[in-house]
């Protein structure tokens, strides 16, 4: 299988692949076979699934498992990035320390030769 790189469409296909086509014929009854099965398949289209119904934990359990290594990946490059700036915040008030203490010793050394 491809994965699509568009996160609806990667959602969407998540959603197909949890959904459970029963083929009818099974041991369980309808209520049982829902309760084993809680996304199921409504709808095939040239053998795709076009629509699914489901338990809304069970949809986005499916949902959840797309998108939270995802977030994961962007927590992990804001935590990257606010270490980034307060690194840089700090060496900006080193060199802000630097210039004002050079800035001293011109302004000392202008006063002590004029
Ligand atoms: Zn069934």
Not at 41 to 53: D, E, I, K, N, P
Not at 54 to 79: H, K, N, T, Y
Not at 85 to 95: K, N, T
């Amino acid at each position: 299988m491809t994965t699509p790189s568009d996160l609806r469409e990667r959602i969407a296909q998540a959603i197909r692949d949890a959904a459970y086509d029963c083929p009818g014929g099974c041991d369980l009854t309808e209520a049982e076979c829902d309760a084993r099965h809680p996304i199921q398949v409504s709808a095939l289209r040239h053998g795709v699934v076009a629509s699914v119904y489901g338990e809304p934990d069970a949809l986005a359990a499916s949902v959840l498992a797309v998108v939270e290594p995802e977030l994961a990946v962007r927590d992990e490059e804001i935590a990257r990035l606010r270490t980034e700036i307060r690194l840089q915040g700090d060496a900006l008030l080193r060199c802000r320390t630097l210039l004002a203490s050079a800035a001293g010793i011109v302004l000392a050394a202008r006063t002590t030769t004029s």
